[in-house]
C-alpha cells in the first residue's frame, strides 16, 4: 500500500524556486490501477519519481508497504526499487547497446541471478509480451511498438509489485499505444498495482481511478 501524507517538492536551482508538489496526501491500495491526469507542468511526473524512490520529497511522509521510505538509505532505496517496483516511460528508455534480451535481463543482473535463470525468465517476458523474435535485436532496430513492449517486459521481468509508468503510450500510434495499455491492463489483473501518468483520456479508462492534478495539488 501507499501512504502519502503532506508531499511538498520544491525544485531549487540558482534563482529560482519551484514547488513543484504542494501537500499531496493520497492512499493507494495495493491492485489498484490508478490513472494521474492534469497539465503540463502540474507535478506528475515529480509525483510519479518520489514513488519510485527514484527522488526524495521536501517535506512529508511517504509509507510503502509500511515502511517509511524517508528513514532508508541510499542503498535500502535502490534494493526496493530493484526488488519491488517496475518504470515504464515515454520515452522507453532501453540501453542502446544492449540487445533486446540483455535490457530485459538487467534487472535480473541487479538481483544477482544467475545467468540460465535470468535468460529464461527474460526469454519467458519477451514470449509474454510478443517480443521475442526480435530479442538479438538492438533497439534502435524496433518500431516504437515494439520498444515499448520490450521496455514494458523490462519492467516486469523481476515481478515487480508496483507497476510505475509514465505516459506509456506518449510516443505510439493509436494501435501500439492500445496493445501497450492491454498488456498493462494484463498485468493489472494479475495482482500488480499500477500508478499511470497519462493525458489520453482512452487509457484513463482501463483505470479504475482518476487523480487530477493542478499546480502541484491534487484536485
Ligand atoms: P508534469 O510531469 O506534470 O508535466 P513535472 O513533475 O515534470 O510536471 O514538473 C513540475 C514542475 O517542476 C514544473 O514546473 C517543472 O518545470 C519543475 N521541475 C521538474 N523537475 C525539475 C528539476 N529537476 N529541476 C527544476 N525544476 C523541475
Ligand atoms: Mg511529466
Request: glycine share 8%.
Amino acid at each position: 500500500m501507499i501512504e502519502l501524507e503532506n508531499i511538498c517538492k520544491t525544485f531549487r536551482t540558482d534563482e529560482v524556486a519551484t514547488l513543484a508538489l504542494d501537500g499531496i496526501d493520497l492512499r493507494i491500495d495495493d491492485n489498484e490501477f490508478v490513472a494521474i491526469m492534469g497539465p503540463s507542468g502540474c507535478g506528475k511526473s515529480t509525483l510519479l519519481n518520489i514513488l519510485g524512490l527514484l527522488d526524495s520529497p521536501t517535506s512529508g511522509n511517504y509509507r510503502l508497504s509500511g515502511t517509511e521510505v524517508g528513514r532508508l538509505t541510499e542503498n535500502d532505496r535502490a534494493r526496493v526499487r530493484r526488488g519491488q517496483i517496475g518504470f515504464v516511460f515515454q520515452s522507453f528508455n532501453l540501453i542502446d547497446e544492449l540487445t533486446v534480451e540483455e535490457n530485459v535481463e538487467l534487472p535480473l543482473t541487479y538481483l544477482k541471478m544467475p545467468a540460465a535463470e535470468r535468460k529464461a525468465k527474460a526469454t519467458a517476458m519477451l514470449e509474454r509480451m510478443e517480443i521475442a523474435h526480435r530479442a538479438h535485436h538492438f533497439p534502435h532496430q524496433l518500431s516504437g511498438g515494439q520498444q515499448q513492449r520490450a521496455a514494458i517486459a523490462r519492467a516486469v521481468v523481476a515481478s515487480p509489485k508496483l507497476i510505475l509508468a509514465d505516459e506509456p503510450t506518449g510516443n505510439l500510434d493509436s494501435k501500439n499505444g492500445k496493445e501497450v495499455m492491454g498488456l498493462l491492463n494484463e498485468l493489472h489483473s494479475d495482482g500488480t498495482t499500477i500508478v499511470m501518468v497519462t493525458h489520453n483520456a482512452h487509457d484513463a479508462g482501463y483505470a479504475g481511478r482518476t487523480i487530477e492534478m493542478f499546480d502541484g495539488h491534487i484536485v
